[in-house]
């Protein structure tokens, strides 16, 4: 059982590339904490991105759930990121989506090197890319993730959080395409309109050509 909502589990192999939606910045913590207990008990290396407020709230779950957090981040098991700079470009400025995605994969290399033997990250994306990134970077993004991810078994357990009161509402019905397990709500969801991500990669890179020529 490694994802876990309101007492319903799912498990979720490596590779896995989850979406949650949300629309309380506060449903974001329990539902990390209860992944990456279990990723830190299983030798596993985990990442939580967010504002200040989500990242001490998420040290409180994972206390409550008799993790040693200060123990877990003086190991450099759990990486905990307050600042959004990190992850974005031109001095924390611009968003890019294969910038993102190849941190990522540094995050793996590293944490392989060091002896973990997979990792877990969670991020809040409507945090991380507030008045930096457009609907096309951000699936752009997915797409390029699950391809990695799931299609190459990654040794990586990703949730990716999103506030859908801020979304496009044709934007969230692409981001669920994206995902073959979402979290709504108190609910989990497999998606049967999941779909071929290395295929819808090519149809933005397709659509991008198209306008470039119409310039």
Known sequence: MDLSVEGKSERVPPGSHICQLYSKVTEIPGVTARLMRVGLAVSEKCLFAAA?????????ELRKL???????????????YEEREFFLVANGKRFDPYFLLSSHQTFIAQALREGWKAVRISIDMTWLLKDVATPEQ???????SD?????????IIALMHYDHSKLQPSLVVE???????????????????????EQYMLKILRI??????EQ
């Open 52 to 60: 200040p407020a989500q990242v001490k709230e998420l040290r409180e």
């Open 66 to 80: 008799q993790v040693d957090v200060d123990y877990a981040i003086e190991t450099g098991q759990l990486v905990l």
């Open 138 to 144: 951000i699936l752009k993004y997915e797409a390029a």
């Open 147 to 155: 391809a990695v991810f799931t299609f190459q078994t990654a040794p």
């Open 175 to 197: 981001l669920l395409k994206l995902h073959p397990i979402s979290v709504v709500g108190k609910y989990i969801k497999r998606n049967p309109f999941y779909l071929n991500s």
């Open 208 to 213: 991008n050509k198209e306008k470039n020529k």
